[in-house]
């Protein structure tokens, strides 16, 4: 494991023992999910916990920085030149119904840009981590996008629309008009920071999805790039900028697949 940066083994650090008591709780919603009251609140409460102890290991390490997480919002709001940007569970759906499937992630902001970040499957205990001008990683290896050129042969995958997004049709028609573009049926897996390491390690060739909150996004943003993908906003959304509409992909499809997402737009 290569985590030379202070930075990058205060998250691993904070990660690791946050992931000890969310594997716990999976192991507690797999029991619930087939007893009659079903998991319900105890999601919310191990999503709460895992962030808990994110953020105590992080505010312990750097009382002042600033932090921006799921659940507990903004903390220490004056610093916006150093921030750490939290999901403590991303895929809660999966992670609510017993799904072997979701991530915590931990990116760190400086003067706004995304210098390093980590993100860890802690039932595959998959580890992505990178840091700016360093290269990705998975576990103990380096990690590189796919070399696929033609959307036609790509593995895409896609998440949304969420039950009351305004986006919901344009989303859907969106979905069908890239599903007839491509050969291989698009993969739908129900976390955003997964998606975009699979793309990151060459599993998958793109990604797209509207209506992401930043910190689904933060860390693998950095770990995208540094793996030599292309990771783009293609369209601000004006009223809330932690708001992000995201193409992610081994840069080589890049222009075709955001073809297809802005042709609708402009209809
Ligand atoms: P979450 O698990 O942290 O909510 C699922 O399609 C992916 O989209 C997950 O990464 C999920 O993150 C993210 N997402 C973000 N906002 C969402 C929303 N309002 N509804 C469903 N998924 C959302
Ligand atoms: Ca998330």
């Not at 916990?49 to 004056?78: C, F, H, M, W």
């Not at 004006?238 to 081994?250: Q, R």
Request: glycine content about 6%; charged content about 25%; overall charge positive.
């Amino acid at each position: 494991m290569r985590l030379n940066s202070p930075k990058l083994n205060l998250i691993y650090k904070a990660c690791m023992k946050a992931s000890k008591s969310l594997i716990r709780d999976f192991g507690e919603v797999e029991k619930l999910q087939v007893s009659s009251k079903g998991p319900g609140d105890f999601v919310s409460s191990a999503d709460k916990r895992t962030e808990k102890i994110i953020i105590n290991e992080l505010l312990n390490a750097q009382p002042d920085y600033g932090i921006l997480s799921e659940e507990a919002g903004v903390i220490n709001e004056k610093n916006k030149s150093n921030r750490w940007i939290i999901d403590p569970i991303d895929g809660t759906s999966n992670f609510l119904n017993g799904i072997p499937h979701f991530s915590i992630s931990i990116g760190y902001e400086e003067n706004n840009e995304i210098k390093c970040g980590l993100i860890f499957d802690p039932i595959k205990n998959e580890l992505f981590f990178a840091e700016k001008g360093n290269g990705a990683f998975m576990n103990n290896s380096r990690i590189r996008v796919s070399k696929k050129k033609s959307l036609k042969n790509s593995i895409l995958a896609t998440g949304g629309p969420k039950f009351n997004s305004k986006k919901k049709n344009l989303i859907l028609e969106e979905y069908v008009e890239i599903s007839k573009k491509i050969d291989t049926p698009i993969r739908k897996f129900g976390s955003a920071s997964l998606d975009i390491v699979n793309v990151a390690c060459g599993r998958f060739d793109g990604f797209w999805q509207r209506e992401l909150n930043y910190w689904d996004i933060a860390a693998a943003e950095i770990i995208l790039k540094e793996s030599g993908g292309y990771i783009e906003n293609f369209e601000l959304q004006e009223k809330d900028l932690n708001k992000k509409n995201i193409i992610a992909s081994n840069s080589l499809i890049h222009t075709d697949l955001l073809s297809l997402i802005t042709k609708k737009n402009i209809v």
